[in-house]
């Protein structure tokens, strides 16, 4: 049984319009991120949540909001998409045991904004 | 704010081969040290981590890291076609995590 899953697993967008992605864990871990990935490329994370209904922002949130209403769910809002916004886009949850907050992975969404 | 970068960008073995994978980091405060492994169209899993200075083994692959010089490595021993993935490196003080750009291993039959 996956501990981090989301969805939807793919979506097709319009420009301009909005996009909610979800993601829900049953680790009870406290951490929670949103990563993108551009093809072939690393992950670079935008937004992420150290407790429920709080978020901050990661190294690219411009053109994202978060929400976590839960420990166990996290997501991902695009009000407005935008061409760039074209990503598979992870989730992933963490807890600090041993210091290490090892990134448990979602299986991904496939975003293409058109 | 950490900088995180992998090299080579990609990389083609024979099946049996010893492959090394780079990458440096530019935050000396840096805690944990981490290799992920992503096959095609998954998602990342991780593979190994290191928090202190030398090298760590389990099975086919060891770790090396050097905070002095801000580096770490990833050695595969006798590769297998099965390893061939996206590799990511990745650094964390804390809960933030930041990632490399990725190796991209290609082993050869």
């Known amino acids: 049984e996956a501990a981090v899953t989301q969805s939807p697993r793919s979506k097709v967008a319009v420009t301009g319009g909005k996009v909610t992605l979800s993601c829900h864990q049953t680790?009870?871990?406290?951490?929670m991120y949103w990563y993108r990935q551009d093809t072939g490329h690393g992950l670079r994370l935008i937004h992420y949540s150290y407790v429920a209904d709080s978020t901050e922002k990661g190294d690219i949130p411009d053109g994202y909001k978060a929400s976590r209403p839960s420990q166990e769910n996290f997501s991902l809002i695009l009000e407005l998409a935008s061409l760039s916004q074209t990503a598979v886009y992870f989730c992933?949850?963490?807890?600090?045991?041993?210091?290490?907050?090892?990134?448990?992975f979602g299986p991904g969404t496939r975003l293409t904004v058109l | 704010q950490q900088n995180v970068q992998q090299s080579p960008e990609s990389l083609i073995v024979p099946e049996g081969a010893r492959t090394s994978l780079n990458c440096t980091f530019s935050d000396s405060a840096s805690q944990y040290f981490w290799w992920y492994r992503q096959h095609s169209g998954k998602a990342p899993k991780a593979l190994m981590?290191?928090?202190?200075?030398g090298e760590k083994e389990e099975g086919r692959f060891t770790i090396h890291l050097n905070k002095a010089s801000l580096h770490f490595s990833l050695h595969i021993r006798d590769s297998q076609p099965s390893d061939s993935a996206l590799y990511l490196c990745a650094v964390s003080g804390g809960y933030k995590v930041v990632f490399g750009s990725g190796t991209r291993l290609l082993v050869s039959p």
């Open positions: 680790n009870n871990h406290d951490y």
């Open positions: 981590s290191i928090f202190s200075n």
């Open positions: 992933a949850s963490s807890d600090r045991t041993g210091g290490s907050y090892e990134q448990y």
